[in-house]
Structures are given as structure tokens and as C-alpha cells.
């Protein structure tokens, strides 16, 4: 399997906090792409980032890709509790749309 | 959720019956897809579609058939259900090869 691994697998903070979620892949890829899903529902996406990119921002978020290391990070700061989900990275690897998706990290923030 | 709905969003069946799950969009996207979403599995690509009448296999297609006769609907059929499909299915749409937009999904149990 071509899967990415997330780490943590969970992780719990305080509201105001900083949250980092890592994701790890095995194969050149077209972009990476961040979503959340909270419990119950359907996966939303938050970002993407190509692989000639390094950084990205969105609101709270920052991503960042290393292609070097196969590598990306997800920030959420300032974290809320209505942030409190699983996040997934997905890779793209060029096959038409095709993602691969890291078994996730669950972000409890609590107030 | 906006512009895709599942039908059913439950569902028990018993094993050997078949099974159609039916993903509708009012969006015009142009790709589909359809995921399966086990614990400690994250999120697999069953199989996916980029056009009408045009299908293709994603990483765990076995036992399961697709079939898109017009843009808005994507079907997904269990010929035989077994207990190894209990799962969540999500479907997911895109008007590009980049962020999909997912459906609430369904849940599927096989007795």
C-alpha cells in the first residue's frame, strides 16, 4: 500500500494552543492536501499545496511540504474547540485525480 | 454536504444479498468516487469515475461494481455482500483533479 501515515495518531490540547499533525508518504506526488472530518460526517477540505510549494496559509492553518523527506505538517493555531476532529492528509500522485489518504490524527481541544 | 447526498445512510443487510449504494451531485462535477472508511484503515479509494459511462478501479475494488450513466449519479454495487464490507461509504465529488467534496455517507453493516 501507497498509504501515508499520520502522526500522532491523537492528540489533546487546551483551547488558545497550537495544534502540529505530521504526515508522512512514500511516493512523488502532484500535491498534498489536508481535510478534517468531525465525528459523524463527511471528510471537508481545508488546503492544498502543490509540491513546488514549501509553504502554505490559510486563516489558522499553515502547511508545510518537504519533498526531500516525503514529508508534510499541518498548524492549527490558537486552536478553538470547535476545532476538535480528525484530520486527513491525502497525496495526490499524479494518477488522475486518485488520493491516498494517512489514517488520520484525532485533535480533541478541549476549553 | 452541499450538492451530494447518499441514499441509504443506513443500512443492514445480510451476507450473500447484493447491495446498491447510490450517490446523487447537483453540482455538474465531472469525477466521482466512492470510499470505503474502516478504523485503522483511514479512508480507501474503491473505485472512481471521470466521465460518464467512464469507471475505473481504485486500491480495494474487489467484490464491488460501478456504474455512472448520467453525470449526477454514481452507483456502487455489492454483488454479494460479506461481513468484510461492514464499513462507512463515502462518495466524493470534483470538478477538477484537485479537492473532492464529500458526501454525508452510509452506513453499511452485513450480518
Known amino acids: 500500500s501507497q498509504q501515508g501515515e499520520e502522526d500522532p495518531q491523537a492528540l489533546s490540547i487546551q483551547e488558545g494552543e497550537n495544534a502540529t499533525m505530521n504526515c508522512s508518504y512514500k511516493t512523488s506526488i502532484n500535491n498534498l492536501q489536508w481535510y478534517r472530518q468531525n465525528s459523524g460526517r463527511g471528510l471537508v477540505h481545508l488546503i492544498l499545496?502543490?509540491?513546488?510549494?514549501r509553504e502554505k496559509h490559510s486563516g489558522r492553518l499553515r502547511v508545510t511540504l518537504d519533498t526531500s523527506k516525503k514529508s508534510s505538517s499541518l498548524l492549527i493555531t490558537a486552536s478553538r474547540a470547535a476545532d476538535t476532529a480528525s484530520y486527513f492528509c491525502?497525496?495526490?500522485?499524479?494518477?488522475?485525480?486518485?488520493?491516498?489518504f494517512g489514517q488520520g490524527t484525532e485533535l480533541s481541544v478541549k476549553p | 454536504d452541499a450538492g451530494i447526498t447518499q441514499s441509504p445512510r443506513h443500512k443492514v443487510t445480510e451476507t450473500g444479498t447484493p447491495v446498491t449504494l447510490r450517490c446523487h451531485q447537483t453540482?455538474?462535477?465531472?469525477?466521482m468516487y466512492w470510499y470505503r472508511q474502516d478504523p485503522g484503515h483511514g479512508l480507501r479509494l474503491i473505485h472512481y469515475s471521470y466521465g460518464v459511462k467512464d469507471t475505473d478501479k481504485g486500491e480495494v475494488s474487489d467484490g464491488y461494481s460501478v456504474s455512472r450513466s448520467k453525470t449526477e449519479d454514481f452507483l456502487l454495487t455489492l454483488e454479494s455482500a460479506t461481513s468484510s464490507q461492514t464499513s462507512v461509504y463515502f462518495c466524493a465529488i470534483s470538478d477538477t483533479v484537485y479537492e473532492q467534496y464529500f458526501g454525508p455517507g452510509t452506513r453499511l453493516t452485513v450480518t
Open positions: 499545496i502543490r509540491s513546488n510549494e
Open positions: 491525502a497525496t495526490d500522485y499524479n494518477q488522475g485525480g486518485k488520493l491516498i
Open positions: 453540482e455538474n462535477h465531472r469525477y
